[in-house]
C-alpha cells in the first residue's frame, strides 16, 4: 500500500506564490506518474500538472503553464508544485495523486491514478 500526504497551502494574495508538498510512503513506486489535481466545490477534479518519473517528462494544464512548475526528488520519493503568481481562480483544494503505471493513462483522468493523499486548501485573495 502506499500512502500519499501533502503539507503547504494556505491563504495567499493574488500574484504571490505557494509551495506544496508531498510524501508518499509505503510501497514504493517507479517509473510511474504523478500529479497534482485540484478541485472546487461543485466542479469535477482537474488535473494541474504530472510527471512521468523515469524521464522527469512534466504535463501542465493550460491554465497554469509557465506559472507552476512541478518537481520530484526520487531518492526522497516526494512531489512539489511551486505556485508562482497566483490567482484568485487557482483556489481550491489541491490534491497529490500516484499511479501505479507508466504507461496507458492520460495524466489529467482522477480515474488512473490510484493513491491519493487528503488535500490541502489554497485560498488567493484578489
Known amino acids: 500500500q502506499v500512502q500519499v500526504v501533502e503539507s503547504g497551502g494556505g491563504t495567499v494574495q493574488a500574484g504571490g506564490s505557494l509551495r506544496l508538498s508531498c510524501a508518499a510512503s509505503?510501497?514504493?513506486?517507479?517509473?510511474?506518474?504523478m500529479g497534482w489535481f485540484r478541485q472546487v466545490p461543485g466542479k469535477e477534479r482537474e488535473g494541474v500538472a504530472a510527471i512521468y518519473t523515469a524521464r522527469a517528462t512534466t504535463y501542465y494544464a493550460d491554465s497554469v503553464k509557465g506559472r507552476f512548475t512541478i518537481s520530484r526528488d526520487n531518492a526522497k520519493n516526494t512531489l512539489d508544485l511551486q505556485m508562482n503568481r497566483l490567482k484568485p481562480e487557482d483556489t481550491a483544494a489541491y490534491y497529490c495523486?500516484?499511479?501505479?503505471?507508466?504507461?496507458?493513462?492520460?495524466?489529467?483522468?482522477?480515474?488512473?491514478?490510484?493513491?491519493w493523499g487528503q488535500g490541502t486548501q489554497v485560498t488567493v485573495s484578489s
Open positions: 509505503g510501497n514504493t513506486l517507479k517509473n510511474n506518474y
Open positions: 495523486a500516484a499511479s501505479r503505471y507508466g504507461g496507458g493513462i492520460n495524466w489529467r483522468t482522477p480515474d488512473d491514478y490510484q493513491y
